[in-house]
């Protein structure tokens, strides 16, 4: 595993603890996906279902999208060459659509 997918890892764990925290969301499927398939494949998975997880809605709901998937990789260029131009554009267009400003880092 490269460093950067290594980092994006603990980024992916980060945002599963900053959501039981901060927002009050124990997301135990989310957990589970990231300990047996890796943060950059749970990503891609999110990242291209049809419709959002309930763990995407559940952070909406508590105003915290900025925990979901989609805008840690959004936020932060660096995660960027780890995904393709499609899947980049599937997370922008969720986010748009539910109202959430991107910025980057």
Known sequence: MSHLAER?????????RRAKIEAGYP????LRMLTERGGIETARYLINSSAPSDGYTSLY???????????????HVEWHT???SDE????RSRL?????SI???
């Open 61 to 75: 709901e508590r105003g915290r999208l900025d925990l979901t998937v989609e805008a840690m990789i959004l936020n």
């Open 82 to 84: 780890l995904f393709s």
């Open 8 to 16: 994006f890892d603990a980024a992916m764990f980060e945002i599963y």
């Open 27 to 30: 997301a135990t499927l989310f």
């Open 88 to 91: 980049i554009g599937k997370a």
């Open 103 to 105: 910025e980057q880092n």
């Open 96 to 100: 748009r659509q539910y109202g959430y």
